[in-house]
Nanobody, 123 residues
Framework: QVQLVESGGGSVQPGGSLRLSCAAS????????MGWYRQAPGKQRALVAN???????NYADSVKGRFTISRDNAKNTMYLQMNSLKPEDTAVYYC?????????????????WGQGTQVTVSS
């Protein structure tokens, strides 16, 4: 199996910045897609940004120009640099990865989720 561990959440004033990290570990063969979702109170979990193994990135319209996703393939780690944060960015942020991993001599696939990290933007 594969585990995803997030770090970097916290509280910040509007206009501030935070960087989230997500490290994947386990018997990883390949990470096809890796990215971030968020869930605000009373709302559904929604995509923030992700990146495919081909380097194609996708961003929610609400974060374009403010958030940047990046990936260190050697470390199986993904980052989300969040700048110009707004109160509406307040949510629990979840790392997600679609992973191919070694299992019983073959390759299995899974959608993995991190435990979530709280981001609060408030004055």
């Amino acid at each position: 199996q594969v585990q995803l561990v997030e770090s970097g959440g916290g509280s910040v004033q509007p206009g501030g910045s935070l960087r989230l990290s997500c490290a994947a570990s386990g018997s990883i063969f390949n990470i096809n897609v890796m990215g971030w979702y968020r869930q605000a109170p009373g709302k559904q979990r929604a995509l923030v940004a992700n990146e495919t193994s081909d380097g194609i990135t996708n961003y929610a319209d609400s974060v374009k120009g403010r958030f940047t996703i990046s990936r260190d393939n050697a470390k199986n780690t993904m980052y989300l640099q969040m700048n110009s944060l707004k109160p509406e960015d307040t949510a629990v942020y979840y790392c997600h990865a679609r992973v191919a991993y070694w299992c019983s001599g073959t390759i299995c696939g899974m959608d993995g989720w991190g435990q979530g990290t709280q981001v609060t933007v408030s004055s």
